[in-house]
Nanobody, 121 residues
């Protein structure tokens, strides 16, 4: 059974930085694209960032230039480095796994339980 466990969420001031981690178990990991989505109160879940097995990345428009996704296959872990955080980045951040090497939306598969990021003024 695949498990994705997020960590690193918390409270941070606007303009600050935070790094999220997601460690996988029960999966080969290196054959799957991985990603982060987020959901703010009253809003739909949206893509934050995704990374393919060859290291190609995709970012949501609102985080481009501020967030960086990376992966460490040996540790079965992905990271999300978040810089210059804004109030609107406040959300629950979910780690996800794709059942493919590329991050096509139709291949979204497993999800973590999420970690809360709160950006304060």
């Amino acid at each position: 059974q695949v498990q994705l466990v997020e960590s690193g969420g918390g409270l941070v001031e606007a303009g600050g930085s935070l790094t999220l981690s997601c460690t996988a178990s029960g999966t080969m990991f290196n054959i799957n694209a991985m990603g982060w989505h987020r959901q703010a109160p009253g809003k739909e879940r949206e893509l934050v960032a995704a990374i393919s097995t060859d290291g190609s990345t995709k970012y949501g428009d609102s985080v481009k230039g501020r967030f960086t996704i990376s992966r460490d296959n040996a540790k079965k872990t992905i990271y999300l480095q978040m810089n210059n955080l804004k109030l609107e980045d406040t959300a629950v951040y979910y780690c996800n796994q794709y059942r493919a090497s590329w991050f096509q939306p139709s291949a979204l598969d497993n999800w973590g339980r999420g970690t809360l990021v709160t950006v304060s003024s």
